[in-house]
């Protein structure tokens, strides 16, 4: 079956505008997950969304980050007033969360570069 | 603080070579614990995933052992290829869903 697909695959902005990166989870996957890769930092966590519950945003780094999940399905995460520091490849992975069986697939990844 | 670690963060070996990569975290009551591969330019691939009742899992030439109490799993490649080649990230979850990752290990193959 498809996997977890992410749109747009490269993005460049300039500095202060807003961007939205788009996640596609596997169909049937209940949990949702946004990490960020940067030279720097490594891979890092930014968001969970499971089910209904509400989010864990503990990840974010700011407030011009959010993210908001259509449906149970589709995500968007979205970056207001960009800025360069903010530049790095965003993942999102899936998974379908029960007990033993939470093995988390991850998606190709959005290239964000902020100019 | 929860924290994952791999070394060496590079490994080049030759063809045909059993090698082992390592992984260790800082605190032992994880949930569970995921090797990835990254290609240049890709997302991860799953390779393995141990819960954290289990002591090993093995799929083709790989074989992931964990070791809880030392903090410790490695990741066992046997009879390696050039295919191989790529970075290994060792992922661990605690009580909060979210993966804490390693820096990676990156392999080279050379044939």
């Known amino acids: 079956g498809a996997g977890v697909s992410q749109s747009p695959s490269n993005k460049v902005t300039e500095k202060g505008k807003d961007v939205e990166l788009r996640c596609d989870p596997i169909s049937g996957h209940t949990a949702l997950y946004w990490y960020r890769q940067s030279l720097g930092q490594g891979l890092e966590f930014l968001i969970y969304f499971q089910g209904n519950s509400a989010p864990d945003k503990s990840g974010l780094p700011s407030d011009r980050f959010s993210a908001e999940r259509t449906g149970g399905s589709v995500s968007t995460l979205t970056i207001q007033r960009t800025q360069q520091e903010d530049s790095a490849v965003y993942l999102c992975?899936?998974?379908?969360w029960g007990i033993g069986v939470d093995e988390q697939f991850f998606g190709p990844g959005t290239r964000l570069t902020v100019l | 603080k929860q924290e994952v670690t791999q070394i060496p963060a590079a490994l080049s070996v030759p063809e045909g070579e059993n090698l082992v990569l390592n992984c260790s975290f800082t605190d032992s009551a994880i949930y569970n614990l995921q090797w990835f591969r990254q290609d240049p330019g890709k997302g991860l691939t799953s390779l393995l995933l141990?819960?954290?009742?289990?002591r090993e899992q093995t799929s083709g030439r790989l074989n992931a052992s964990l070791d809880k109490s030392s903090g410790r799993s490695t990741l066992y490649i046997a009879a390696s290829q050039p295919g191989d080649s790529a970075t290994y990230l060792c992922a661990v979850k605690w009580g909060a869903q979210k993966l804490v990752f390693g820096q990676g290990t990156r392999l080279t193959i050379n044939p």
């Open positions: 141990i819960q954290s009742s289990q």
């Open positions: 992975a899936s998974s379908y």
